[in-house]
């Protein structure tokens, strides 16, 4: 066998795990993107959600303003958010805001009463359940394909054709406080 014959099978094996691994990496970046799109689905009902709560308590607490204007400053701020990176951040304010919103719900016995209210709330329980199950899979996506781009050889692809990792979807801080409950005046 002649060198030629060893350069062109070293070139075709090369090629092929080349293509192998750049088609590994684009694939895992899809599923990144449907984990996201998954994310973004249970957000939207969230955020559609929202509005029907706080007016459904407006009529209760009209004094405590600030609580509602923070609930809804953060769902707004959620739907303008153009990356994951800023939807992750107005998620994870909102979280904290709905946190305080219905630990103010406890102050208000007819509140807590109001089937609208107590609808409202299983919704977004069961929209909440459905975020959280979606945040463990674009997580898992994401670690898949971060140790893809960063793992040797396919980072060395990664790298060529301009693969970038991916963030998380982690919580904040604020997330993990228990809100303070406040029965009474």
């Known amino acids: 066998m002649s060198i030629a014959y060893l350069l062109l099978i070293l070139f075709i094996l090369l090629a092929v795990v080349l293509i192998f691994l750049y088609n590994r990496l684009v694939k895992q970046r899809l599923l990144v993107r449907e984990g996201w799109s998954g994310i ?16 459904t308590v407006k009529g209760y607490a009209l004094h405590e303003s600030s609580t509602l204007t923070d609930v809804i400053k953060w769902r707004n701020q959620l739907q303008t958010s153009n990356t994951p990176g800023e939807q992750i951040k107005a998620s994870n304010q909102l979280n904290s805001a709905l946190a305080n919103f219905f630990a103010l719900a406890e102050d208000y016995p007819d509140l807590k009463a109001n089937q609208n209210f107590l609808q409202l709330q299983q919704d977004l329980k069961e929209i909440e ?7 463990r899979y674009y997580n898992a996506t994401v670690r898949t394909f971060n140790s893809s781009v960063e793992v040797f050889p396919s980072n ?28 009474g005046s």
Not at 40 to 55: A, M, S, W, Y
Not at 129 to 135: K, Y
Request: glycine share 4%.
């Open 40 to 55: 973004g689905t249970f957000l939207q009902q969230r955020n559609d959600l929202i509005p029907n709560l706080v007016e």
């Open 129 to 135: 359940t459905s975020l959280n199950q979606s945040r």
């Open 156 to 183: 060395l692809v990664a790298g060529i054709f301009n693969f970038k990792t991916e963030p998380f979807f982690e919580e904040s801080s604020e997330s993990r406080e228990v809100p303070s409950v406040r029965f």
